[in-house]
């Protein structure tokens, strides 16, 4: 796989790196959270017949949007080009609301300089993912993505917990669709 940019992405604190895979292109978004160094990946779906080919489905009644789609992932990267398998990393105090805003600003950083229709991707669970982990991917992007808000409750006081701030904002709206056990978020603007 050949890098064929690599630009510092000032205003948003990480780098980018554009790469084609899989005969589409990619961006990969990379920045540090807890001494730990993570990617947020970021490949082009120009049409709904890819979109479809890989397993997403649209809402219904939404059109696949005409400039296109992306597909997000994001994990630890060991700098070598490696994954780490989407494991649980666990932090002291807020530290994993860095990490998910992080990506949430590369993710900003991608559309404002793509100009796509929207993200897609989903909620990886099961196995290494799941382990050491009190609260599922799947709940955590709900509320994160607006589109779940229930009363949460600290388990040793008792007391609530203050409602979480979605963080797509604006012209983004998010759907959920759980197709063969997965949870799979279309946002689009």
């Known amino acids: 796989m050949r890098i064929e940019e690599e630009v510092f ?11 084609v895979y899989d005969h589409r292109v990619h961006h990969s978004y990379v920045f540090v959270a807890g001494h730990e160094v993570y990617t947020v990946i970021v490949g082009s779906l120009l049409d709904e017949a890819t979109f479809t080919r890989i397993g997403y489905e649209m809402p219904p009644a939404i059109p696949f949007p005409i400039n296109g789609m992306a597909e997000v ?3 630890t990267f060991d700098g070598m080009g490696g994954l780490a398998y989407f494991r649980h990393i666990k932090f002291k105090g ?4 860095v990490v998910l805003q992080s990506v949430s600003l590369a993710l900003i950083a991608h559309a404002e300089k793509l100009h796509i229709g929207g993200f897609v ?8 993912v799941d382990k050491g982990r009190r609260t599922s991917l799947e709940e955590i992007y709900d509320v994160l993505l607006g589109l779940k808000n229930v009363p949460r409750y600290n388990p040793h006081t008792g007391l609530p917990k203050r409602t979480p701030r979605p963080l797509i904002q604006g012209d983004f709206h998010a759907y959920k669709r759980v197709t063969e056990g ?8």
């Open 94 to 97: 807020l530290g994993s609301a």
């Open 182 to 189: 997965r949870a799979c978020y279309v946002v689009l603007q």
């Open 121 to 128: 991707f989903q909620a990886a669970s099961g196995g290494v």
């Open 9 to 19: 992405l000032d205003d948003y604190g990480m780098g980018r790196k554009r790469f």
């Open 73 to 75: 992932c994001f994990d």
